[in-house]
């Protein structure tokens, strides 16, 4: 049986990553605050992370976060490790990830 990682992770080159998905991703609370939390944390597991919705949940905003090309992760084991886009997204998009972590307010996660 092949592991559940076995296959790459999907996630779009630079020159695709789109304004209005990646707008459309960063509207929803729950992944602006998985944003903020790896900015302040580069290279942090999913797993481990409480974000007030269930594991089914965050695994959808995870996978949200990598297919719209907010973030990279890459597999270590059974675990993902995740980092910003930072530079990919600075160049596509000029200040908007700057932006969206400066307007960001730590606290309790109200989620759509």
């Known amino acids: ?3 559940r990682l076995a296959n790459p992770l999907t996630i ?6 789109d304004l209005f998905e990646v707008m ?8 602006r605050a998985i944003v903020y939390s790896i900015a302040r944390d580069p290279g942090r597991a ?5 974000y007030g919705v269930s594991k089914s949940a965050l695994t959808r905003h995870w996978r949200v976060l990598r297919e ?8 270590e ?5 995740n980092w910003l886009r930072s530079d990919e997204l600075d160049r596509r998009f000029p200040g908007l ?8 307010r730590p606290g309790p996660i109200q989620p759509t």
């Open 12 to 17: 779009p080159a630079e020159e695709d990553i």
């Open 24 to 31: 459309s991703a960063l509207a929803d609370p729950v992944r």
């Open 77 to 81: 084991g059974t675990r993902h490790r």
């Open 97 to 104: 990830l700057a932006l969206v972590l400066q307007e960001h």
């Open 1 to 3: 049986m092949a592991s």
């Open 46 to 50: 999913c797993s481990g992370s409480d």
């Open 68 to 75: 719209t090309g907010i973030i990279k992760q890459e597999a």
